[in-house]
């Protein structure tokens, strides 16, 4: 199964409107793309909580890390840069956390409110090597700056 995008940014875009709690907007937008594709094993936020630390929030799957530095993993590195994080393969990337074993490539985004502020990292498992594509990474982030653009 692939996603559709289009059909998949609309249909968050409608839950959301007019949505402004951050952990609101998380688990709508966990469930609809958790739900949108069998790569996606495990579906989830990590919020912002304090200085250079993640703590999990609204997520789909099996259980995540509670808490995450942004020294450390997939997450980490992404809240640290800001930038996307693409793993093909999470037993590659230095540093890695291995949350769920069978956890075998990672797409990580970032998660900024309208004031472009990072208020968390999305985070997508796939127990498929080398399962998400630059399209993918484009397509989710665009959908998370929509939606969370006027998150508080």
């Known amino acids: ?16 409107a007019g949505e402004t709690d951050a ?30 630390l993640l703590k999990i929030g609204p997520y789909q799957g099996g259980h995540g890390c509670l808490v995450i530095p942004f020294s450390r993993g997939v997450c980490g590195a992404c809240a640290r840069t800001g930038e996307a994080q693409l793993v093909a393969d999470v037993d590659a990337f230095p540093g890695h956390i291995a949350c769920a074993s069978s956890t075998r490539s990672e797409l990580v985004l970032p998660v900024r409110d309208g004031a472009g502020r990072l208020i968390g990292v999305f985070d997508i498992d796939s127990n498929q090597p080398d399962a998400f594509t630059p399209e993918d990474a484009t397509a989710l982030q665009a959908i998370l700056d929509a939606a969370f653009h006027d998150a508080v």
């Open 1 to 16: 199964m692939s996603v559709d995008y289009s059909t998949l940014t609309k249909t968050i875009a409608a839950l959301t």
């Open 23 to 52: 952990v609101a907007l998380m688990a709508t937008v966990t469930c609809e793309v958790h739900h949108a594709d069998d790569r996606f094993d495990w579906t989830g936020f990590y919020r912002v909580v304090a200085l250079e």
